[in-house]
């Protein structure tokens, strides 16, 4: 919460806290000169850089320590520094987003009507937003159904793709988390880390058919505690419209609007710092059901042909073969998006999950990132 934020930057600052645990929000424009040491997690280099940065700002010497994984490109990285620090990360923007000027364009002109004189360089925009009622033309102006816009901008958010879950203790609010990731992260029995604390959900209140906002009680449970709980979830997608399409390395691709529908099964204790699961599974009585609508990327994975030639079991070396294809994606693309395998047909789906607004996935689509070898 904004408050206690203020108050542990405060505590930091003065020196009656030693070490805290940040988000990336610290690593820009943050100067307290007794900062003396970093410690990051792999992130690209020019973050690390600015990272690295906020130590030794008073001119004592200073220490900056990188934490690699046990995942594949944090031990390529261990044993190809050089590319590390070769790895730059670029930033997109698509002014040209069409979905994103929508928003833009209908928020406009709830502000002032739109002139018609004015309208040519969003002409395409105002024309979608008109076959969908909620711009008319009236005396050369450009006129929003203010109840029909009001709706849709406030359901806008450019942090997640749902609506957002409140997250309480002892009956008071202490954050909140977006749908659909709270599915994954607060359901009944899921450990929770908020703020250096650990809790565990008491109960989780969600009716997909009711309008209440949901929301999670949250307990106390000891620092120490030595397990997080990783959710068992099951995924299907289903293509609604498609914008745009063209064929990328030989690769048809095409960008989308999917519904994904969604169940939390049960959940999996792991052990922090070993991440082995302790004990068998634990499934849900009620599981919890939840579908959406966001934006995203389809393509169908090339046939492995030459490989499967000299397969004694073809089908199991092709199944393999589409699963490993999902995983270098996973690792390629940013967290805020997730991939959905069809394994027995080789579709490959990317969507985004949480953190940008959904059209933000056109980027890769623009790019080709996503087929990049």
């Excluded at 307290?32 to 010497?61: F, H, K, T, W, Y």
């Excluded at 958010?157 to 954050?175: A, E, P, Q, V, W």
């Excluded at 490989?307 to 940013?334: C, F, N, R, W």
Aim: aromatic share 10%.
């Amino acid at each position: 919460m904004p408050t206690e934020r203020k108050i542990v930057e405060q505590s930091f600052r003065n020196g009656e806290l030693m070490v805290i645990s940040a988000t990336p929000t610290l690593e820009l424009g943050i100067d307290i000169g007794d900062i003396d040491a970093i410690v990051s997690d792999i992130v690209p280099i020019n973050r690390l850089i600015q990272r690295v940065g906020r130590a030794a700002r008073s001119g004592q010497e200073g220490y900056a320590f990188l934490a690699l994984g046990n995942d594949p490109i944090s031990q390529y990285y261990k044993s190809h520094p050089d590319d590390y620090l070769a790895d730059q990360e670029l930033a997109y923007t698509d002014p040209s987003n069409p979905f994103v000027a929508e928003y833009q364009v209908l928020a406009m002109a709830c502000d002032r009507p739109i002139l018609m004189t004015e309208s040519s360089a969003i002409l395409n925009t105002i024309e979608r937003l008109t076959s969908k009622g909620l711009l008319h033309l009236l005396n050369g102006k450009f006129i929003p159904d203010f109840k029909k816009a009001i709706s849709i901008l406030r359901d806008f958010s450019i942090r997640g793709i749902g609506n957002g879950t409140d997250i309480l203790f002892s009956g008071k609010l202490i954050g909140e988390r977006s749908l659909p990731q709270a599915l994954e992260e607060l359901h009944d029995n899921a450990v929770y880390f908020l703020s250096g604390k650990r809790y565990q959900v008491k109960k989780f209140h969600f009716d997909p058919k009711n309008q209440r906002r949901p929301y999670a009680e949250l307990v106390r449970i000891p620092d120490d505690y030595p397990y997080y709980t990783k959710p068992v979830v099951d995924e299907w997608p289903n293509v609604l419209n498609t914008y745009e399409q063209k064929r990328t390395i030989g690769i048809e691709v095409k960008y989308c609007s999917l519904k994904i529908q969604k169940r939390v099964l049960g959940y999996s204790n792991i052990e922090i710092g070993q991440e082995v699961a302790k004990g068998s599974k634990v499934m849900l009585e009620n599981p919890i059901e939840f579908e959406f609508i966001t934006k995203g990327l389809v393509f169908r994975a090339p046939r492995p042909v030459n490989t499967l030639k000299d397969a004694e079991d073809e089908q199991y070396v092709e199944m393999s073969g589409y699963h490993a294809s999902e995983h270098v994606i996973i690792e390629g693309m940013p967290r805020k998006y997730h991939v959905i395998t069809l394994i027995y047909v080789g579709y490959l789906l990317i969507h985004v999950k949480l953190y940008l607004h959904k059209s933000s996935i056109r980027l890769y689509f623009n790019i080709d990132f996503c087929l990049m070898p």
